[in-house]
């Protein structure tokens, strides 16, 4: 797919131009740390050869396409304002259409629903703990974010936020 992969590259190069936000490095800390217990955990049961694949694995798996897919939809929608930083650029727009008409976050919505598919995937219960974890590192990045957004768009955004859920949508 060109373009995606594209972006993603784009992404990984900005990643070295500025400092890291808590956020981002809890964020990723936490991931990396649950994917690797998630994968041992893996690994062990089929070793022993206890591993069966069954509904928690199907569900895990049906997180990861939903998750990323959203993930990726949101991206998509926001085009060249999407940043794994917390930033704006001077010719920023307030973006609000798309899935951006029901959640104001839906990259971070796609990215927990994926964190929490992959422990399940590989049936580990310890990974799955260790993912929820990010639930806390998101809602600070969320209110950091926001604060972003209101002070460069501000009446614009603040009337967005009376329409529109912080991250999952009708709910939250």
Known sequence: MPGVFDSFKADFRGLFKTKPDKGFVL????TVSGLAVSLWSFIL???EGSFH??????IGLSLIVIGHGIRLQA???LDRFFSVRLKTSADHELVKQGIYRYVRHPAYLGYLIACFGYPLLLSSWYGFFIMLL???VIIYRIKIEEEILIKTFGEKYLDYRKFSKKLIPYIY
Do not use: E
């Open 53 to 58: 694949f069954c509904i928690v694995n199907l």
């Open 45 to 47: 049961l089929l070793r």
């Open 27 to 30: 964020g990723s800390i936490v």
């Open 75 to 77: 991206r998509r929608t």
């Open 134 to 136: 990010n639930i806390p």
